[in-house]
């Protein structure tokens, strides 16, 4: 697949992580795949994992692990 920003060929990649805020709180999703584009670094994800974030975004699916840490403002 190439980057439709600058044409590179992307390159598949696991274990990045993905922060989303989500009603201001920090989210952090491990272990997704996404494609990167070594270039410019544009990532894109496939129909079924942007699915997917979404529904654990919008608390229509549990996400497989979670975890809770406080941080000091």
Known sequence: MLCHRCGTV?????????????KGQPVIIRNVLVKVCPKCE?????KP??????EIL??????EGTGALELPV
């Open 58 to 63: 919008t608390g229509e699916r549990a996400p």
């Open 49 to 54: 994992t942007a699915e997917a974030l979404s």
């Open 42 to 46: 544009e990532r894109v994800f496939s």
């Open 10 to 22: 992307m390159e598949q990649k696991t274990g990045q992580l993905v922060e989303i805020t989500q």
